[in-house]
Structures are given as C-alpha cells and as structure tokens.
C-alpha cells in the first residue's frame, strides 16, 4: 500500500508539472515558439519529471501529512523560481506570495513555535535588505529578499540561515565554474541557487544542523 501511495503521489506531481511548465512559458516570454516548440517539449518533459520526482523524495521522507503537502508544493514553486529566474533574472511576486501562504500554513501547526518562524522571516531577508540597500540594489535583487523572507517563514531561522549558506556556496562554487568553462558573464541569478539551498533546507536542514552542532557540543 505504501508504495501504491508513493507511486500516486509521483504520479501526480509529474500532472502538476504541466501546469507548471505553462507559468514558465507565460512568464519567460518566449519568441518563435514555433522555432522552439521541439526544445520546449523537451524541457518540459524534463520540468514533470524532476517535479515527480521532487514529490515522491518528499512524501517519502515525511510520509503522508500536513507537513508533506505544504513542502511537495512549495518544492513546485522553487522549481518555477529557479528556471523563470535563470532565464530572466526575475522572481515573479506570486511565487513568494505563494511561499509565504505556505508558511502561514505551517506555522498555524506550530504556533506553538511561532518565534522560530517570526524570526526566520526576517534572519536572511533583513541581512539582505541591508546588502541591497548599501549597493543600492546591484548586490541582491528584491525578489531574492522577498523569496527569503517567505521561505523564512516556512521554515523558521536556523533552517532558512542554513539555506543561505548552502545557496551561497552553491552560487559561488558552480557560477564559478559557468564563467571558466563557458565563459557566462560575471551577473549571477541567484534565485536557482537559493531555491536549491532552500529544497535542502526544507529536506535536511534538521538533521544536517544537528550534526553539525554535535561536533562542537
């Protein structure tokens, strides 16, 4: 039965894929669609599947609950974040409205905890706001502040500062290497790397905090 389940829940991320491939189409602007319609299919293909695959990784850690819902969707949303930011260096506002909804959702399970999530809101989202005020908005984009602070929420401060870093080091270290090998220009989208901190974050962020405080503990 578990595996019937499992099964049906890639399955429907895989359906919920297709929707998400059409947002990107709308919101990337796509010219010569008939020029590229083969590359298209392609691509959205991959998008399902990557979108199947993030479903079933999540209700396979965390079983069926609240919990996975809220985690499976908001993985949907980061895969979005990631490929429209990587194509047009934006981050559309519904995406962290949409986030930040999530959060709320969470936390109305855990109120209990609500300074976690409280301060996870403004940990990263504030470090950046401060970042984007002293370069004057060429350090970080708004969408980066706002898609920390929604997902500061979601998760709560440690994880999110985790998230943070992990996105960080990713950016640094594969940018990096985009600009030697392909020669990519030194401007960096920085949305797909903290969407991947962040699917860490929401996926292992406890556990690799715990191991991480157990060395020095």
């Not at 999530?117 to 706002?146: E, H, M, P």
């Not at 960096?188 to 406890?206: D, E």
Request: proline fraction near 1%; glycine fraction near 10%.
């Amino acid at each position: 039965m578990k595996y019937i389940f499992e099964a049906i829940m890639f399955l429907c991320g895989i359906l919920a894929g297709v929707f998400l491939n059409e947002y990107i189409d709308r919101n990337t602007n796509q010219e010569n669609r008939t020029i590229k319609r083969s590359r298209s299919i392609c691509s959205g293909n991959v998008l399902k599947l990557v979108n199947g695959l993030l479903w079933l990784w999540i209700f396979v850690i965390y079983g069926f609950r609240i919990e996975s819902i809220v985690f499976a969707l908001c993985a949907s949303v980061l895969l979005v974040i990631a490929v429209i930011d990587f194509k047009t260096y934006e981050i559309p506002i519904a995406c962290n409205i949409l986030i930040a909804i999530l959060g709320l959702i969470r936390l109305l399970f855990h109120v209990w905890d609500w300074k976690n999530y409280v301060i996870g809101f403004f940990a990263v989202s504030g470090f950046f706001y401060i970042l984007y005020w002293i370069t004057k908005g060429r350090g970080i984009g708004g969408g980066d502040i706002k898609l920390m602070a929604a997902s500061g929420l979601l998760l709560g401060w440690k994880e999110i500062v985790f998230a943070m870093a992990v996105g960080s080091i990713a950016g640094a270290v594969i940018h990096t290497f985009r600009m030697k090998i392909s020669k990519e220009d030194r401007v960096l989208a920085f949305g797909p790397y903290l969407a991947l901190g962040i699917l860490v974050a929401m996926l292992y962020g406890q556990q690799c905090i715990s191991w991480y405080l157990s060395l020095f503990l």
